[in-house]
């Protein structure tokens, strides 16, 4: 019998070598806390109001997972040589090592768009990196790979941009920590 190669590593939030956004839960706590918060209100108004029925109840619940739906964050995670984003529908990942663009779209939600030589592509809250050096530091070793590799043809800016302001935050708290700020 041959020797039996391991399969490619999958993202896996419980392995040493992957990394995931620290504040994910503590923002998935209060987009719940909203929805219910919203729903609960609804109920009472309406009850208030005495015209709470169970269809009427059953609208207010889906306007709760609506509004769930909306303040749902997406949630990030990376390894060596990939990041995923998934959110309530779908699930994207790239390959960090295999990218050939990174964009960043300023406005009323900044956000950046990654592509890979393989076609696929996401879309991530920049915040996200900034609040999870580790996610930043897989994200900016992948880039390096692709820029040795010669397929990262636009976004070696951004990514440069976004890796020293984190390097500055980091050298800031270190700093202050130690007294020295």
């Given at each position: 019998m041959g020797r039996r190669t391991a399969p490619a590593a999958a993202p896996h939030a419980g392995r040493p070598d992957t990394a995931v956004d620290r504040q994910w839960r503590a923002a998935a706590r209060?987009?719940?806390q909203y929805a219910l918060t919203f729903v609960g209100l609804l109920m009472m108004l309406d009850e208030g109001?005495?015209?709470l029925t169970l269809p009427r109840a059953g609208l207010w619940a889906v306007l709760g997972i609506g509004v769930l739906a909306v303040f749902l964050p997406s949630r990030v995670t990376a390894g060596?040589?990939?990041l995923a984003v998934r959110g309530l529908v779908h699930k994207r990942r790239v390959r960090t090592d295999a990218l050939v663009s990174v964009r960043r779209y300023d406005g009323i939600a900044a956000h950046l768009v990654l592509r890979d030589t393989h076609g696929q592509w996401l879309?991530?809250?920049p915040r996200v990196l900034e609040a999870n050096p580790l996610l930043c530091h897989l994200l900016d070793a992948g880039v390096r790979?692709?820029?040795a590799s010669?397929?990262?043809r636009h976004g070696t800016?951004?990514?440069q941009e976004l890796t020293d302001r984190i390097d500055g935050q980091e050298a800031r708290a270190v700093l202050t920590a130690s007294g020295l700020l």
């Open positions: 209060r987009a719940l109001e005495g015209g060596d040589g990939w879309e991530l809250d790979r692709s820029l010669g397929t990262l800016q951004v990514v």
